[in-house]
């Protein structure tokens, strides 16, 4: 089974600066990929990054990037130079190589502050 | 845009009743996946199709059911609506469906169930 923990219901950045947005997970798998999608008022779910659990190395998008901790099971993301736009629900989502499907977090409200 | 597109946007319907939504997906794409979002809540999964046939479903009872066109666009189809089906619906569309392909969203179906 898996399973995406999301523990900040709602967080609040001041434009411009940085913010962590934290994402835990469980899974028996070993090959399997997590993604942040960013959900902006308009509903449509955006992919923010990508990480594969294979790799050692960080993501990192522009001013987004992960903290990938496969041992903790543990998938941050940081955003820096925060901006209006980033204002959305950020959801935290699994899904092992051979699936079907994503498995999300209940989500974190980033409220970006002008 | 994703150029995944949903229909409708917003629907009301009254316990008891049955209903259709239905996604275009990307051009390429032979794909569709069908998630329900609660209120709070991250997106749960329904069910995938791939090349027209079933390739999944989650924890749904068969009154929910879908289809795929040979032209790929899809549809979910909802008999005996209960209240708490009342939720945005959430249509993705890839290419294939393994894990390492990134899934397009479109921008949902608000169903409220009265």
């Known amino acids: 089974a898996q399973t995406v923990t999301q523990s900040q219901p709602e967080m609040s950045v001041q434009e411009a600066e940085t913010v962590t947005l934290s994402c835990t997970y469980d899974t028996s798998e070993n090959n399997y990929y997590l993604f942040w999608y960013k959900q902006p008022p308009s509903r449509q779910m955006i992919l923010v990054i990508r990480q594969e659990a294979y790799k050692q190395q960080n993501a990192t998008e522009n001013r987004f990037s992960v903290n990938f901790q496969k041992a903790a099971k543990s998938f941050s993301l940081k955003i820096s130079d925060s901006q209006l736009g980033d204002t959305a629900m950020y959801f935290c989502?699994?899904?092992?190589?051979?699936?079907?499907?994503?498995?999300f977090g209940t989500g974190t409200r980033l409220t970006v502050i002008p | 845009e994703t150029g995944v597109t949903q229909s409708p946007t917003h629907l009301i319907k009254t316990r008891g009743q049955q209903v259709t939504l239905r996604c275009s997906s990307q051009s390429g794409h032979n794909t569709v996946s069908w998630y329900q979002q609660a209120l709070g809540q991250g997106p749960q999964f329904i069910f995938q199709y791939y090349r027209e046939e079933e390739n999944g479903r989650g924890n749904f009872p068969p009154r929910f059911s879908g289809l795929q066109f040979p032209n790929y666009s899809s549809e979910l189809n909802v008999n005996a609506l209960e209240l708490d089906d009342s939720a945005l619906y959430l249509c993705?569309?890839?290419?294939?469906?393994?894990?390492?392909?990134?899934?397009?969203f479109g921008q949902g179906t608000r169903l409220t169930v009265v």
């Open positions: 989502a699994l899904v092992w190589t051979g699936a079907n499907n994503l498995f």
């Open positions: 993705a569309s890839s290419f294939q469906y393994r894990g390492n392909t990134e899934a397009f």
